[in-house]
Structure formats: structure tokens, C-alpha cells
T-cell receptor, first 116, second 112 residues
């Protein structure tokens, strides 16, 4: 079984500063994917970034980077130069490759508030 | 191109009624997923289609829930004899040959 843990309380960051959102995971799969999604108050889940378990380099997408530490089973999201529009709920998720199943397992999410 | 669409955006029904929720995936995406998100929680997996067939329905909570995807594109999630505990946002996602799932805006179901 797969498990995602997001334990940070609501996070606050000053506009233009960087922020790290924590995520740890547990799985018995040898191959898996790690994802971050953003969910603003409108409710839609927006894909941000993906990291494959065999990727040697940390993934980056614009202002988003994923700090992947496989031995520690952590996949933290780093947002650089925060913007007011970054205020939202952020979910860490993982997929597995056991058989043909690639359903996502999500954490409980972290609320990020960006202060002007 | 067009993203994943879901209809209706909101559905209010009475306990015991039958409801259908529709999902139209991104054109060409062969995989389609349904999730359910309760207030303050992350989405929970319900069912996954690869083409027309349900590849994994292990997340369906009971036999009141059923989903179809007859032509490998649009999918319908069907809930019989709705209960108040079924109230949630139902999210649909689709993906192509990659592992990334793209989500629709969801259907907020309220059972009175």
C-alpha cells in the first residue's frame, strides 16, 4: 500500500520569497511517480510537477522544483519568488506501477497563504 | 486544447435518489479516473478505465456506485440510493501514455 504524509500546518510566506512544502511517502513499489498539484479556492486540481523514482535529477518547472531525496522518502516542493496567486491548497501524490494500476494516492494537503 | 470537462458542476439531490455524473476527458486520452474528495481531505481513488474497460474499481465504496465508459471516451459515474455520506466533490481525470493525470473542475454533490 502507498501512503503520502503532509503534516505541516497552514504555511505563510511573504510575496517574492521562496517556500518549501514538505511531503514524505511510503511504498513497497520499486518504480513510482511523485506529483504535486495545486488546488485554488475554485476547486480545480492543477498539475504542477512530476518526478519519476528513477530520475537522477530533481524536476523543475518554472518557479517550481521538487527536492527528491529517495533514501529519506521525501519529495518536497519548492516554490521560488512566491506570488499572491500561489495562495492555495497543495497536494502531494504518488502513483505506483504495480501491474497496470497507476491510480494516485494523495496526502491531506497543505494550505499556503502568500502575504503582500 | 480543451481540458477535462464535468457536468453538472453542482448537483443537489434527496436521500435515496439516483444520480449520474458525467466526465468528458481530454481528446485522445485513453485512461480515465474518478476520485472523490471530502471537505478538508485529499482526493480518494474510485475507479480507473483504460479504454472501455474498468482496469481497477477497487476504490468504489459499495455496490451503489457504478461507472461506465462505453465508447472509450465519455464516462458516467452512477450512484444509486444516495446517502448523505455520499456528499462530496467528485473529480474526474484523464491521462495519455504518460503518467500525468489532468483533472476536471469536479461535480459538487450534495445529498439532503
Amino acid at each position: 500500500a502507498q501512503k503520502i504524509t503532509q503534516t505541516q500546518p497552514g504555511m505563510f510566506v511573504q510575496e517574492k520569497e521562496a517556500v518549501t512544502l514538505d511531503c514524505t511517502y511510503d511504498t513497497s513499489d520499486q518504480s513510482y511517480g511523485l506529483f504535486w498539484y495545486k488546488q485554488p479556492s475554485s476547486g480545480e486540481m492543477i498539475f504542477l510537477i512530476y518526478q519519476g523514482s528513477y530520475d537522477e535529477q530533481n524536476a523543475t518547472e518554472g518557479r517550481y522544483s521538487l527536492n527528491f531525496q529517495k533514501a529519506r522518502k521525501s519529495a518536497n516542493l519548492v516554490i521560488s519568488a512566491s506570488q499572491l496567486g500561489d495562495s492555495a491548497m497543495y497536494f502531494c501524490a504518488m502513483s505506483g506501477y504495480s501491474g497496470a494500476n497507476s491510480k494516485l494516492t494523495f496526502g491531506k494537503g497543505i494550505t499556503l497563504s502568500v502575504r503582500p | 486544447g480543451a481540458g477535462v470537462s464535468q457536468t453538472p458542476s453542482n448537483k443537489v439531490t434527496e436521500k435515496g435518489k439516483y444520480v449520474e455524473l458525467r466526465c468528458d476527458p481530454i481528446s485522445g486520452h485513453t485512461a480515465l479516473y474518478w476520485y472523490r474528495q471530502s471537505l478538508g481531505q485529499g482526493p480518494e481513488f474510485l475507479i480507473y478505465f483504460q479504454g472501455t474497460g474498468a482496469a481497477d474499481d477497487s476504490g468504489l465504496p459499495n455496490d451503489r456506485f457504478f461507472a461506465v465508459r462505453p465508447e472509450g471516451s465519455v464516462s458516467t459515474l452512477k450512484i444509486q440510493r444516495t446517502e448523505r455520506g455520499d456528499s462530496a466533490v467528485y473529480l474526474c481525470a484523464s491521462s495519455d501514455y504518460t503518467d500525468t493525470q489532468y483533472f476536471g473542475p469536479g461535480t459538487r454533490l450534495t445529498v439532503l
